[in-house]
């Protein structure tokens, strides 16, 4: 009964975090209309390492007080009940079929140093949280790796039908797409770079469940420890009543790998398998106000060690050239709203939800372009998609406020770069040949990209007129839309760099700042 | 047969001979006083569109029953109404609501936009006008474009064209007037750009014969120009209000050459001074010339 009410509340939780993620997309409005980042919301993590490391309270995160809350008096439920990621450990650990004595490695500590490594780092203005964090890290592998490769298998599937040119199973076969198109599969086929790497990361996370069951809760979660921590002095206690004959049937079935014997709230994930599991009914959860016997003991060396590596991690990362303050990336143009870049890798948690909800897919995540603790936070990459003129989605999914949410007037005048162009390849600077599609894009009410109608002569000597586009650089913003459409689409003859970004003092190229540092 | 019957008869035979006298040099007179084009002034949108598909001929002239319509708006740009960017949503329902009345059996409404397709239907606010006329509004499916042949085309000879422009029973034509930097003016003869396949922004190149080219291949029964707003510069996707004009017209036909010529002169310009224009009467694919029209012009 205890089982299955546990199994239903976790098939529920993760039933609304996959709408969530799925509703992670545009319906055209100028509001997503969803609480996408909900489940980040309520995560006490991000919010502890982002007030650490951003040195800021956001808002959203008033949601995970309640998580603490729920925590402090009722232990680690939500490891149980809750998380999506618990529930696929569970999944993926029932499918094997486990004899006897369960073997526990007993890594428990793992996780606590883990989360001092990290939070330590926090402290020194570094985000490695993020990564590690079971929430954002499942928003973004299932973004980034296996929800793309799930477009990709059905598109490919249904154009397979689709060219067989069979009537009646060609008007099945869009029936049922047309239906997956409404519900699961996205506006567009999302290409990512590091789709395979980051798929591959999470099946092997998964599979560790096979050695043992939850195995990342055990021992490497961080969110878990945290929750830990605070429901060590839970209310809710395991209790086992006289008539317990040591059978060990609950300690078969412990998620937590825990010994009947050495029960600990911060240990125990609360799934209560170990009530229902026990023939004598002996075991069952209740309120009591008694202290726990347990002790936790990390060791002092270990304890150090952690919170130093976390320290010392900021150092390692930034003295590579992605941090020298004299030398901006051209390459790093980072979505609207976005802070200052140390500030924004301060926030940025990597959870793909900017990424995700991108309307034109042109969001991509980094590997080391933002130095090694900006992995997988989010850069445009104008030859995959341009930044939409009216399109304030990413701020708005953003739990961290890394980007933040603009306002249609200041999303206008925003700029992400500067688009230069390549007057080598361009049609009509170079090859006589006419062609306006960047200036037809240009999106900004006066365009930026302006032109000037000359006569060039062609091979055989003869007079062609056309109109040479040149960019103003005060109107540009960078959007990048003219480099996504240019009709030289391997290598565009106008390209953009992410000098002049608005959130940025330093890289700028006019003497008069046009957009002002800090808008 | 007796005499009285005979008589009868005789009569009734006259009678009804002497009616076709009558009546015949009418049903050959009714077209010749139909006009070219019918230009429509008034405020509202949907009034004006249904005076000038009346005043030439009525809908069921282009549409009967049971047709498969496709109604071919401009929804490229991730603009509102307002901004001129993208066919005025109203003349879009309407022109739904009217083939309906006309027995059609699917009304069809897609573009394939420049900006994020999504935005685009939303802000545009043509999906919704024309999902609550009935219409089946659809986003463009990349497997449905068909590489199809031109035998006339100058610049292009073959290209992939939207399989449902293809498989249409009759198609509308109802794009907006605005300025565009290439050709001045983008109007009924650039609208079909919106059902091009893969990479269309070559056809810039050569823009006027590509126009007409698929042209050649794509032949609407009926145009609507819309002209209730007018952007006048920094087309075709526009962005700012003061470029904007409200002429609250309608011009409609059947040869977009014609409309064309005519749509240019709202903007101050002869259908001389557009290449596509010229290109398209040059090949007799219609008439530039307004001179040789008859042009009815009316408020309604």
Same mark, same amino acid.
């Given at each position: 009964?205890?089982?299955?009410?546990?199994?239903?509340?976790?098939?529920?939780?993760?039933?609304?975090?996959?709408?969530?993620?799925?509703?992670?997309?545009?319906?055209?409005?100028?509001?997503?209309?969803?609480p996408?980042k909900?489940?980040?919301?309520?995560?006490?993590?991000?919010a502890?390492a982002?007030?650490?490391?951003g040195?800021?309270?956001?808002?959203?995160?008033?949601?995970?007080?309640i998580?603490?809350?729920?925590?402090?008096?009722?232990?680690r439920v939500?490891?149980?009940? +809750?998380?999506?990621?618990g529930?696929?450990?569970?999944?993926?650990?029932?499918?094997?079929?486990w004899? *006897?004595?369960?073997r526990?490695r007993?890594?428990?500590r793992?996780?606590?140093?883990?989360?001092?490594?990290?939070?330590?780092?926090?402290?020194?203005?570094?985000?490695?949280?993020?990564?590690?964090?079971?929430l954002?890290?499942?928003?973004r592998?299932?973004?980034?790796?296996?929800?793309?490769?799930?477009?990709?298998?059905?598109?490919?599937?249904?154009?397979t039908?689709?060219?067989?040119?069979? #009537?009646?199973?060609?008007q099945?076969?869009?029936?049922?797409?047309?239906?997956?198109?409404k519900?699961v599969?996205?506006?567009?086929?999302?290409?990512?770079?590091?789709?395979?790497?980051l798929?591959?990361?999470?099946?092997?996370?998964?599979?560790?469940?096979?050695?043992?069951r939850?195995?990342? &809760?055990?021992?490497?979660?961080?969110?878990?420890?945290?929750?830990?921590?605070?429901?060590?002095?839970?209310?809710?206690?395991?209790?086992?009543a006289e008539?317990c004959n040591a059978?060990?049937?609950?300690?078969r079935?412990?998620?937590?790998?825990?010994?009947?014997?050495?029960?600990?709230?911060?240990?125990?994930?609360?799934c209560?398998? &170990?009530?229902?599991a026990?023939?004598k009914k002996?075991?069952?959860?209740?309120?009591?106000?008694? /202290?726990?016997?347990?002790?936790?003991?990390?060791?002092?060396?270990?304890?150090?060690?952690?919170?130093g590596?976390?320290?010392?991690?900021?150092?390692?990362?930034r003295?590579?050239?992605?941090?020298?303050?004299?030398? +901006?990336?051209?390459?790093?143009?980072?979505?609207? *709203?976005?802070?200052?870049?140390?500030?924004?890798?301060?926030r940025?948690?990597?959870?793909?939800?900017?990424?995700k909800v991108?309307t034109?897919?042109a969001?991509?995540?980094t590997?080391?372009?933002?130095?090694?603790e900006?992995i997988?936070?989010?850069?445009?990459?104008?030859?995959k998609?341009?930044c939409?003129?009216? &399109?304030?989605?990413?701020?708005?999914?953003?739990?961290?406020?890394?980007?933040?949410?603009?306002?249609?007037?200041e999303?206008?005048?925003?700029?992400?770069?500067t688009?230069?162009?390549?007057?080598?390849?361009c049609? /009509?600077?170079?090859?006589?040949?006419?062609c306006?599609?960047?200036?037809?894009?240009?999106?900004t /009410?006066?365009?930026?990209?302006?032109?000037?109608?000359v006569?060039?002569?062609?091979?055989?000597?003869?007079?062609?007129?056309?109109?040479?586009?040149h960019?103003?650089?005060?109107?540009?913003?960078?959007?990048?839309?003219?480099?996504?459409?240019?009709p030289?689409?391997d #290598?565009p +003859?106008?390209?953009?760099?992410?000098?002049?970004?608005?959130?940025?003092?330093k890289?700028?190229?006019?003497?008069?700042n /046009?957009?002002?540092?800090?808008? | 047969?007796?005499?009285?019957?005979?008589?009868?008869?005789?009569?009734?035979?006259?009678?009804?001979?002497a009616?076709?006298n009558?009546l015949?040099?009418?049903?050959?007179? @009714?077209? @010749?006083?139909?006009?070219?084009? @019918?230009?429509?002034?008034?405020?509202?949108?949907?009034?004006?569109?249904?005076?000038?598909v009346?005043?030439?001929?009525?809908?069921?002239?282009?549409?009967?029953?049971g047709d498969?319509?496709?109604? =071919?708006?401009?929804i $490229? !740009?991730?603009?509102?109404?307002?901004?001129a960017?993208?066919?005025?949503?109203?003349?879009v329902?309407?022109?739904?609501?009217?083939?309906f009345?006309?027995?059609?059996?699917?009304?069809?409404?897609?573009?394939?936009?420049?900006?994020?397709?999504?935005?685009c239907?939303?802000?545009? $606010?043509?999906?919704a006008?024309a999902? @609550?006329?009935?219409?089946?509004?659809?986003?463009?499916?990349?497997? =449905?474009?068909? %590489?199809v042949k031109?035998?006339?085309?100058v610049a292009?000879?073959? !290209?992939?064209?939207?399989?449902?422009?293809? %498989?249409a029973d009759?198609?509308?034509n109802a794009?907006?007037?605005?300025?565009?930097?290439?050709? =001045?003016?983008?109007?009924?003869?650039?609208?079909?750009?919106?059902?091009?396949?893969e990479n269309? $922004?070559?056809?810039?190149?050569?823009?006027? %014969?590509?126009?007409?080219?698929?042209?050649?291949?794509i =032949?609407?029964?009926?145009?609507?120009?819309?002209a209730?707003?007018?952007?006048?510069?920094?087309g075709?996707?526009?962005?700012?209000?003061?470029?904007?004009?409200?002429l609250?017209t309608?011009?409609?036909?059947t040869?977009?050459?014609?409309?064309?010529?005519?749509?240019?002169?709202?903007?101050g310009?002869?259908?001389?001074?557009?290449?596509y224009?010229?290109?398209g009467?040059r090949?007799?694919?219609?008439?530039?010339?307004?001179?040789?029209?008859?042009i009815?012009?009316?408020?309604?």
């Amino acid at each position: 009964m205890l089982l299955w009410t546990r199994r239903v509340t976790q098939g529920l939780f993760l039933l609304l975090f996959l709408f969530l993620f799925l509703q992670t997309e545009s319906k055209g409005a100028d509001q997503l209309g969803y609480p996408a980042k909900l489940f980040l919301d309520f995560d006490p993590l991000l919010a502890l390492a982002t007030l650490l490391s951003g040195r800021t309270l956001v808002a959203g995160f008033a949601f995970s007080l309640i998580l603490v809350a729920i925590t402090a008096l009722l232990g680690r439920v939500f490891c149980g009940w +809750a998380c999506p990621l618990g529930t696929l450990h569970n999944l993926v650990g029932a499918m094997k079929r486990w004899k *006897g004595l369960q073997r526990v490695r007993g890594w428990f500590r793992a996780k606590y140093l883990l989360l001092i490594f990290l939070l330590s780092g926090s402290v020194v203005g570094i985000q490695l949280t993020g990564i590690f964090d079971p929430l954002s890290l499942l928003v973004r592998h299932l973004a980034l790796g296996p929800y793309p490769a799930l477009n990709y298998a059905v598109n490919g599937l249904m154009d397979t039908v689709y060219r067989t040119d069979q #009537r009646t199973l060609t008007q099945v076969a869009d029936g049922l797409f047309g239906l997956l198109k409404k519900t699961v599969l996205a506006f567009q086929q999302p290409h990512f770079t590091q789709g395979a790497l980051l798929t591959a990361l999470l099946v092997a996370i998964l599979l560790l469940n096979l050695s043992e069951r939850r195995f990342w &809760c055990r021992y490497l979660c961080p969110l878990g420890a945290m929750l830990g921590l605070i429901g060590r002095w839970a209310l809710l206690k395991r209790e086992v009543a006289e008539g317990c004959n040591a059978c060990g049937a609950c300690d078969r079935e412990c998620q937590g790998g825990l010994k009947t014997a050495t029960w600990s709230a911060t240990e125990c994930l609360y799934c209560m398998a &170990c009530d229902d599991a026990c023939p004598k009914k002996t075991v069952s959860f209740g309120f009591s106000r008694k /202290p726990s016997s347990e002790s936790l003991d990390l060791g002092r060396r270990k304890v150090l060690l952690a919170g130093g590596a976390g320290l010392a991690s900021v150092a390692v990362s930034r003295a590579t050239p992605a941090f020298d303050p004299n030398r +901006a990336n051209p390459g790093l143009i980072r979505p609207p *709203g976005a802070r200052p870049e140390p500030e924004f890798l301060a926030r940025c948690v990597k959870c793909g939800e900017c990424m995700k909800v991108c309307t034109t897919n042109a969001l991509q995540p980094t590997l080391l372009e933002a130095g090694a603790e900006g992995i997988w936070s989010p850069i445009l990459v104008p030859a995959k998609g341009y930044c939409e003129f009216k &399109c304030t989605l990413c701020g708005q999914v953003c739990p961290t406020g890394a980007i933040r949410v603009l306002t249609p007037a200041e999303k206008a005048e925003w700029r992400i770069g500067t688009a230069m162009f390549d007057r080598g390849r361009c049609l /009509p600077h170079a090859h006589a040949t006419p062609c306006i599609v960047c200036e037809e894009v240009c999106p900004t /009410p006066t365009k930026a990209i302006w032109f000037e109608e000359v006569v060039v002569k062609d091979r055989s000597g003869q007079d062609v007129k056309v109109k040479q586009p040149h960019v103003d650089l005060k109107l540009c913003i960078g959007c990048g839309i003219c480099e996504t459409k240019c009709p030289i689409s391997d #290598r565009p +003859a106008v390209y953009v760099t992410s000098i002049g970004e608005t959130r940025s003092k330093k890289n700028q190229l006019l003497l008069e700042n /046009p957009s002002g540092y800090g808008a | 047969m007796d005499r009285r019957d005979f008589l009868k008869h005789t009569a009734g035979t006259v009678g009804s001979l002497a009616a076709v006298n009558v009546l015949s040099p009418m049903l050959l007179a @009714a077209p @010749a006083a139909r006009p070219d084009l @019918a230009v429509v002034h008034g405020a509202s949108p949907e009034k004006i569109v249904r005076a000038a598909v009346d005043a030439l001929g009525g809908i069921r002239r282009f549409i009967a029953k049971g047709d498969v319509v496709v109604i =071919k708006p401009n929804i $490229g !740009w991730d603009r509102r109404p307002e901004q001129a960017a993208n066919t005025n949503p109203e003349v879009v329902g309407t022109l739904v609501k009217l083939c309906f009345e006309a027995g059609a059996g699917k009304v069809k409404v897609f573009d394939r936009p420049c900006n994020d397709p999504r935005r685009c239907y939303v802000q545009s $606010g043509i999906e919704a006008a024309a999902k @609550a006329a009935g219409a089946e509004v659809s986003h463009i499916d990349d497997r =449905k474009f068909r %590489e199809v042949k031109i035998p006339k085309g100058v610049a292009i000879q073959s !290209w992939p064209i939207y399989i449902d422009i293809l %498989e249409a029973d009759k198609l509308i034509n109802a794009p907006i007037a605005k300025h565009h930097g290439l050709g =001045k003016l983008t109007l009924s003869l650039k609208n079909w750009m919106g059902v091009m396949g893969e990479n269309r $922004g070559r056809i810039h190149q050569r823009l006027d %014969e590509t126009l007409v080219d698929l042209a050649t291949i794509i =032949k609407p029964c009926l145009t609507v120009l819309d002209a209730v707003r007018i952007l006048t510069a920094h087309g075709p996707q526009g962005g700012n209000l003061a470029d904007v004009k409200r002429l609250d017209t309608i011009v409609a036909g059947t040869d977009q050459v014609a409309i064309d010529a005519y749509g240019a002169t709202l903007f101050g310009l002869t259908g001389a001074d557009l290449g596509y224009v010229k290109e398209g009467a040059r090949r007799g694919l219609g008439v530039m010339d307004l001179g040789k029209l008859n042009i009815k012009k009316f408020e309604a």
